[in-house]
């Protein structure tokens, strides 16, 4: 019988940590949180000194009741939540659930940066107790998240629109988005020039030069007739070598990953988001199944600020590299970096936890986004305990007199590798190119002082400034974590959050507010522009931490945050704006009545109203947001387009997925056309009978393509099911069907549903796995190409799909 009982988050993380443990421990899983604010109400009472009221979460009494009853049977129980202030919640929470008043059972607190033997042992054999500063810290954050959510979503459900919410660290993501747009659209681009001459010398290659000076000043030429002038000057010109100098420079290795830095170096090599980083690093720490070894934690805990590394780790990732890369790529002493100021030294970096699980030996057992994060790690830890890498930057000046007598100078600069050192294993990715990077291009001739080159082209060139980048995933990280903006471990919420609220989308992998993040977001600044302040966000994060080393009561904390919030609520309650109820006057007027137009807000943002209404009910939509109407000219608001049917004038509508043309005969005439689309197809009668009521069958256009259904609809709702001609391998009576989900994703059922459930992603093939026998394979499509794959989770069997033909003798 077992003497110990341990509780971790996950049950991965059960199974890994318990073939360390043995028989005398019984492992089990709390699956998260165990108790939270309820969501009914505000759960904080401010006056006995915001004290939270915190309840079991639904669904989670039946597993405490059995926790209870296996710690009755055990002499000690061991709370093994993650490393962090919501490990250390959960901890406090099962404790309270846990403890008997008698203290017949002892209750230990063990933490581990890492799920190997060695530091489950070292864990067990020196066990604590609950940090109750950690605690106060995720408390205080839980109860500044919910003060916040619980006062402010109201007012915006009042004045925008019902299921809006604002978020502490949220709002000041978006507020930086929104701020970034702004500078982006308020951008005006400036001309400026560029003169490049190509030069030969003795030896190849051409010598590509810039002008750097005329004179003693930097030339600024913004416009042709600046640059023609110039260049007139320099006809017939001499170019001689000014000055050769030649330098070592040297680049050195960067620091293994902390969390933010894998999430923006994911994000720029990988291309994957925050959240879908997180949850394979949290894969990879809880434990992969390797073999015969069974489930091993392949990294350190990935909720990090710390750089440090043991001592163990840097002398295996030193073997490592002298055994793989030689000597010469082997610095004296070990490459030591410094955290951050406020970084959390007890944890480490993230790195590999042991050097013997090389990509190489693991990836048949990972799937390839896990192999993926995981090479990454594995190349940033051993690169950061290498030798620089050095370089020979070579600057060339060559002088030209022009007709005026100036000398004007041009300018080139090359560098060439001359030892890889830890860029033989890894390079950091970067958001935009550098001149290191444009140097690295260019291969320079040999020459020398005083050499004559030949003349053989000047090239102006027409440049024009730049905005500046909208936000990627990776650049937004980085920028919330320099202005000390929440945690790293925070980013994955707050980013999908921001989106899923529709406050932002993302075009070509970077954030752009929608109208609605847009209109938020002014109006909580409008009355909360002090508690959304960058500083001041980043103020309450210190605080944070200053809780959590216990040099701050967190009721003190609250106590101030909450006076000045109180006033901004009751200021918002009554000047805050109430974009409902809005009329923003134009110059136009209504084509149906005469009457003078209004711009609105709908439930789907704003649009063009008469002030008829109800007796007039025309509307159309605006092209532009509502913060930048008052910049735009109504009247020009694109070209009338007619409709196809009937003639009569197509209008702007705004639906469920966005802005649409519709034909203003509605309802006589129903018309629509996408923006930049065809007019909506009309439908195609089938001689084919339905089914169900024996109507015609009819080709209809959705939103997802064509599809076959009753010409009868509303009445008959009948769709006709498209097949693949596979059987149900899990009922063997039904057929494979093609379906869409709510979001229009293809995926793979048995058209039995709901007498049988079967569901897969990928597309079923009937063909049986020849190494675990499952009764089918998917098909699913890589970089390379479509590969069949077993869809057994423990069988890693996949090979490349076969050409049609032999697709159909394999189901024949």
Sequence with gaps: MPKALVIVESPAKAKTINKYLGKQYVVKASLGHIKDLPKRDLAVNVDDGFQPRYEVI????????????????????????????????ICYHLQEELADKKGAVKIYRVMFNEITKKAIEAAFQNPGSVNTHLVDAQQARRVLDRLVGYKISPLLW??????????????????LI?????????????????????????????????????????????????????????????????????????????????????????????????????????????GIEIGKEGAVGLITYMRTDSTRVSDDAIRDVRDYVRDRYGKE??????????????????HEAIRPTSMALAPDVVEKYLAEDEMKLYRLIWNRFVASQMMPALFDQTTIDVAATGKNGVEYTFRATGSVLKFDGFLKVYQEGKDVSDEEDEELKHRLPAVSQGEVLRFKAIKPEQHFTEPPPRYNEATLVKRLEADGVGRPSTYASILSTIQEREYVKKEGGRFTPTELGMVVTDLLL???????DVNYTARMEQELDDIEDGKLDWRAAM?????????????????????????????????????????????????IACTGYPECTYTRELTVDLPDVDKVDLTEQGEEEYCENC????????GRFGTFLACTGYPDCKTTKQIGGEQKKA??????????????????????????????????????????????????EGDIIERRSKKGKTFYGCNRYPDCSFVAWGKPIAEKCPECGSPYMVEKWLKAGPVWQCPNAECKYKKEAPVQAEVQEVRS
């Design 58 to 89: 639904e669904g989670k009494k039946k597993l405490i009741n059995e926790l209870k009853q296996t710690a009755k049977k055990v002499d000690e129980v061991y709370l093994a939540a993650d490393p962090d202030r919501e490990g250390e919640a």
């Design 158 to 175: 009042d004045k925008v629109r019902r299921g809006l919410s604002a978020g502490r660290v949220q709002t000041v993501a978006l507020r």
């Design 178 to 286: 929104v701020e970034r747009e702004r500078e982006v659209r308020a951008f005006q681009k400036r001309e400026y020039w560029t003169v490049d001459a190509d030069l030969a010398a003795k030896k190849p290659p051409v010598l590509s030069t810039r002008l750097i000076k005329a004179g003693d000043d930097t030339p600024e030429l913004g416009s042709q007739e600046q640059t023609d002038a110039l260049v007139a000057q320099l006809e017939g010109a001499a170019y001689v070598v000014k000055s050769v100098g030649t330098r070592e420079k040297k680049r050195n290795p960067v620091a293994p990953f902390i969390t933010s830095t894998l999430q923006q170096e994911s994000a720029r090599k990988l291309r994957f988001s925050v959240k879908r980083t997180m949850m394979l690093a949290q894969r990879l720490y809880e």
């Design 329 to 346: 790529f082997l610095p004296d002493a070990a490459n030591i970096y410094k955290s951050k100021k406020d970084a959390q030294d007890a």
């Design 526 to 532: 409008e009355s909360f522009d002090d508690i959304f």
């Design 559 to 607: 106590g101030e945050f909450y006076e000045r919030f109180e006033r901004d609520i009751k200021h918002a309650e009554e000047h805050m704006t109430d974009i409902k109820r809005m009329e923003k006057p134009t110059d136009l007027t209504c084509e149906k009545c005469g009457k003078p137009l209004v711009i609105k807000w709908g439930k789907h943002g704003s649009f």
């Design 647 to 654: 003639g009569r004038p197509m209008v702007l509508k705004k």
């Design 683 to 732: 439908d195609q009668p089938l001689d084919e009978k339905c089914p169900q009521c024996d109507s015609n069958l009819v080709l209809k256009y959705g939103r997802f393509g064509e599809f076959t259904a009753c010409s009868n609809y509303p009445k008959c709702k009948y769709v006709k099911q498209k097949t693949i001609g596979v059987k149900c391998p899990e009922c063997s």
